[in-house]
C-alpha cells in the first residue's frame, strides 16, 4: 500500500516596503530642485486661475509655505498651451490644462514632502487634488509616489551659495541690513563711540551669527 503525499504549497513571502525614489533632478550643495508638470481634470483650471490669482492679495498660501524654514522658493502656474518659436513650427496641440509646480529647498525631498502632507494637507488639496489620480494626503507615501511619478528632471540648475541654507541666506540678510547704520555712521564716531556701537550690534544680531 502507498501512502499519499499531501503538498502543501509555502505561503508567498512577504514584499518589503520601497519608499519612493526621489525624483530626478538637481542638487547642488543644500539646495534641492522639484519640478512638476500636471494635467488638470476637465473643468478646474478656471478654478485653479482663480485661486493663483487671488493669492497675490491674502497671505493664506504665503504664510502657510514660509513657515517652513527650509523652502528658498515655491511657485505654481497654470498654462494650456507651449511654447514656440513662430512659423514654420506649429504650436503643440494640448489635450488638457497644465498646473506647473517648481520649489527648491535645502532638506530631504521626503520631508519636504512630509511637511506638506501632515501640516497643510489642506493647501496640497486645493491645489494639487485638481489633477488625475491625486492621492490626497495624508498618509504622506501615496502622495511621494504620485509626485515621483510626475515630476520632471532638470537639465540646468544654478546655485550661488550652495553651502548656505535658507536659515544662513536669511540670517545674512538681517545682519547686513543691520550693520548698514553702523557703517554709515563709523566715520564720524570716536574710537569709544565705535565701540560701544560695534558692541551693541553683536548683540543685536548674536542669533544671526
Known sequence: MVAKSKVVAAAPAPVAYQAPKPPRGHQLGRA????????????FATFLRF??????????????????RFIYYVRWAVFDKLADNGPPQVPD??????????????????????????????????????????????????????IAKNALPGNHYYHAYPEASVRMVSSGLKVKK?????????????????????????????VDL
Not at 485661486?51 to 517652513?68: A, D, M, V
Open 32 to 43: 534641492r530642485v522639484l519640478t512638476m508638470l500636471t494635467p488638470i481634470r476637465p473643468g
Open 51 to 68: 485661486i493663483i490669482w487671488t493669492s497675490r492679495y491674502h497671505n493664506y498660501f504665503k504664510t502657510h509655505s514660509l513657515q517652513f
Open 93 to 146: 496641440k494640448l489635450r488638457y490644462q497644465y498646473l506647473f509646480f517648481e520649489s527648491n529647498f535645502d532638506t530631504p525631498w521626503t520631508k519636504y514632502i512630509d511637511a506638506f502632507a501632515y501640516v497643510i494637507p489642506t493647501d496640497i488639496r486645493i491645489i494639487w487634488g485638481r489633477g488625475f489620480d491625486f492621492p490626497g494626503p495624508p498618509p504622506a507615501e501615496p502622495l511621494k509616489r504620485w
Open 178 to 206: 543691520k550693520l548698514a547704520p553702523l557703517v554709515q555712521d563709523a566715520g564720524r564716531m570716536k574710537p569709544e563711540q565705535f565701540k560701544a556701537a560695534y558692541e551693541r550690534f553683536l548683540t543685536d544680531v548674536r
